[in-house]
């Protein structure tokens, strides 16, 4: 047996599976959880793979980490999605942080990340963290100067994430951020075209909400190409000009793969990603 996930009509990636341990419907769309030999267990929805046990730290400590060590004073975090705990996982790191809102869209995604996947699941019940099951689009519509950091960790811009990767949706988030608040987000891969126009269309979009609009990447090997895009928006701060390196090193986090040298380095962008980016605009 073998989830494949289709980057193209020509192009797909495989994983063998050793168990399927859950497959359902929810009332917004499929989730599945498979344990496989070479990435540990894996959770998928509607087709496409969300995370691996075995990479999934590269995802969560790059969409965390760089932020915090741009804002190391952050305290009220919103993060909309993230449905596996994976994010909320690498905040709760921080004994700074005074509350986290998690908003995820579909309580059933929780459930089972809960009952299967504690690896990523395991800090959901940290006293700072509060739950809410509705559409973060909603939720973030009638917040003004609330939140020093919003962390947008969703699917891809079909189905029941599109929403999140809207103009209106940028901008409240924009009035929802302090002064000094943060935007990240994931926005796709580089490569394959359907993930190249939607990190055009991501980009495009928050630039022309936020004065400070950057792209940074990571190596995902369990994404499409294996090269994956994260936006990096605010008011003001600047992600390589105001890293707090020395602060963040001094926290004494251990990390698997994020470091303060890395951050800098994962602004810088390969040529042809400028282009795409540029040519999106
Ligand atoms: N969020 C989904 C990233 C995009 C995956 N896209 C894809 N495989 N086509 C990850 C959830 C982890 N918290």
Same mark, same amino acid.
């Given at each position: 047996m073998w989830f494949t996930e289709d980057y193209t009509p020509n192009v797909k990636f495989s994983i063998k599976i050793r168990e399927k341990l859950v497959d359902l419907k929810s009332q917004y769309q499929t989730i599945a959880v498979y344990d496989t030999h070479d990435f540990g267990r894996v959770l998928v929805i509607d087709g496409y793979l969300m995370l691996t046990e075995k990479d999934e730290f590269i995802y969560h400590e790059m969409i965390t980490h760089v932020s915090m060590a741009v804002n190391?004073? /952050?305290k009220d975090v919103l993060v909309v999605g993230a449905g596996d705990g994976g994010t909320v996982r690498e905040l709760t790191r @921080?004994?700074? /942080?005074?509350r986290i809102d998690m908003v995820e869209i579909d309580r059933q995604v929780v459930e089972v990340c809960r009952k299967y996947l504690p690896q990523t %699941? &395991?800090?959901? =019940? =940290?006293?700072r963290v509060r739950l809410f099951f509705m559409d973060g689009v909603q939720f973030a %519509?009638? #917040? %003004?100067?609330? @939140?020093?950091l919003i962390i947008v =960790?969703? $699917?891809?811009?079909? !189905?029941? &994430?599109? !929403? +999140?990767?809207?103009r209106s949706f940028y901008a409240d988030c924009h009035r929802a951020l302090k002064d000094q608040g943060i935007l990240a987000n994931q926005i796709g891969g580089p490569y394959y075209p359907d993930d190249i126009q939607a990190v055009q269309n991501a980009y495009r979009k928050i630039k022309s909400v936020f004065p400070v609009a950057r792209v940074y990447q990571a190596n995902i090997? $369990? @994404?499409?190409?294996g090269h994956w895009l994260f936006g990096f928006a605010s #008011? !003001?701060?600047?992600p390589v000009q105001d890293l707090k390196a020395d602060v963040w090193n001094s926290l004494g986090l251990h990390t698997q793969y994020y470091n303060t040298k890395l951050h800098l380095g !994962?602004? %810088? +962008?390969p040529n042809y990603v400028k282009q795409l980016l540029e040519a999106g605009e």
């Open positions: 190391p004073s /952050i @921080y004994q700074t /942080i005074e %699941a &395991g800090k959901l =019940d =940290d006293p %519509a009638d #917040k %003004a100067g609330e @939140y020093d =960790d969703s $699917t891809d811009p079909l !189905g029941p &994430g599109e !929403g +999140l990767f809207t090997p $369990t @994404y499409a190409s #008011k !003001g701060l600047d !994962g602004f %810088a +962008l």
